[in-house]
């Protein structure tokens, strides 16, 4: 089944408050400054760009302090945000892996300064090509039809929703489901 879901502009606000967008502009913007990651022989990304990341991102619950709680050091694993950017990114050909290092390629080069662009990339390849089942321990049916929630959800809330009515819409859609 294909998805088409309306399209983000650049200029959109909300962007400017999205984690995952800012954190992957940083990234590419990074890399335009600086031509190249380090890469360790395992191809994740060496410590001291990690822990740039960690100062730069501040993804909520993952702030530089709480990392560095528990650790003298960061590896990519100990930041799961990065962990996952750089795996999205490198899908996407936005990056690519070239003798241990990180480079962009052409299309993150000309992304990297969209952010209605980077997230019509990410969002779609994120809800619908990610196995999220993956990094879950017990496996978990999903509750309800993602297929319609996430359909009604792309035509209901083009002009906007509040968090509560959201809920409340996709409380009554599951409880309708099971015949509640």
Known sequence: MTFLLQPVKNDEPALAGAPMIGAAQKILAYLVEHETIGLTKGKAFQRRFVHWAAAEFAWPGWEEDRLFLVNKVLNEYDFPPLEALHFVLLKLKLIRHYKLTCRLTGAGRDIAEKPGDLFNLIAPFGLFEVDHAASIRMPEPRLGNWDIFLGVLN??????????????????????????
Do not use: F, P
């Open 155 to 180: 035509t209901e809330a083009i002009l906007g929703v509040t968090c509560g009515a959201l809920r409340r819409n996709s409380l009554w859609t599951t409880r309708r489901q099971r015949g509640l």
